[in-house]
């Protein structure tokens, strides 16, 4: 297998930012099917980015498929930002669930 190019991550425009859409809610198999889809995507571009900052696009999608997501989804997603080193990735998603599932 080939290693991954990690300038692959500065490669994302405007043509992948369709998978960070939030899907149709009525639709409730295919919603949650692609809530994991984006929890795993992101998942990628912390692996691929390899603990380095991710760009600014990348990271505002990031964060805002996590504020879409169910608070458990998000702390998946957080939790694996953490694991491969985008704890300030982490910190903004952390915040967002905590004001979601904290008292108001």
């Known amino acids: 297998m080939n290693p991954v190019d990690p300038w692959l991550i500065y490669r994302i425009d405007a043509d992948c930012c369709h998978l960070f859409d939030v899907p149709d809610s009525r639709y ?8 994991f889809l984006q929890v795993y ?15 600014d696009n990348v990271e505002q999608m990031v964060t805002c498929c996590s504020v879409k997501a ?27 669930v905590a004001q979601k599932v904290g008292p108001k």
């Not at 608070?71 to 990735?89: D, E, H, T």
């Open 28 to 35: 409730k198999y295919f919603y949650v099917y692609t809530i």
């Open 41 to 55: 995507l992101c998942t990628v571009l912390f692996q691929v980015a390899e603990g380095s900052p991710l760009p």
């Open 70 to 96: 169910n608070p458990w989804l998000a702390y998946k997603l957080a939790r694996q930002a953490m694991r491969y080193g985008q704890c300030g990735v982490a910190e903004k998603i952390f915040q967002a």
